[in-house]
């Protein structure tokens, strides 16, 4: 897990990585409401919690994905790069690979 231009941050969970990611910056992400929820399907779901009307939801804060494909490469996927990918990723990661790391910005 990457969020802005700071260091990894390795928590799976909303509650950790929040901590982490204000302990690195006094920055903030818009999260779900629960803390224990693993990061994994809520950034690539949505991601709705109290913040979302004036933030966003957590998904809209994703800026690349390193994701591993069914066909076993391994991709890194932006706006510009891997587009279609990219959008895809968006709402319905599960069908197309494993995310391994959310470049996240705060
Ligand atoms: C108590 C509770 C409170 C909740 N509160 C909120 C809330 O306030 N706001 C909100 O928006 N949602 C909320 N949710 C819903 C929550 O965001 C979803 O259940 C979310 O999918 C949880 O992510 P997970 O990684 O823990 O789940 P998992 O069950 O591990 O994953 C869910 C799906 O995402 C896929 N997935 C997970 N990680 C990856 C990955 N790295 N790459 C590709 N696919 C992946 C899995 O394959 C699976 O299909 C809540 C859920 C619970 C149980």
Redesign the pocket.
């Known amino acids: 897990m990457r969020a802005g231009l700071h260091k990894p941050v390795e928590t799976?969970?909303l509650g950790g990585m929040a901590l982490a990611i204000y302990n690195q910056s006094q920055c903030a992400l818009p999260?779900?409401?629960?803390p224990?929820?693993?990061?994994?399907?809520?950034a690539?779901?949505?991601?709705?919690?109290y913040t979302c009307r004036l933030w966003g939801?957590?998904l809209d804060m994703i800026v690349a994905l390193d994701?591993v494909l069914a066909n076993g490469s391994f991709i890194h996927a932006t706006e510009t790069t891997y587009p279609d990918i990219y959008y895809a990723?968006h709402g319905a990661?599960?069908s197309f690979?494993?995310?391994?790391t959310?470049h996240l910005q705060t």
């Open positions: 799976l969970d999260p779900g409401t629960c224990r929820i693993g990061i994994g399907g809520h690539s779901h949505g991601g709705f919690g939801v957590t994701v990723l990661a599960d690979g494993i995310i391994t959310f």
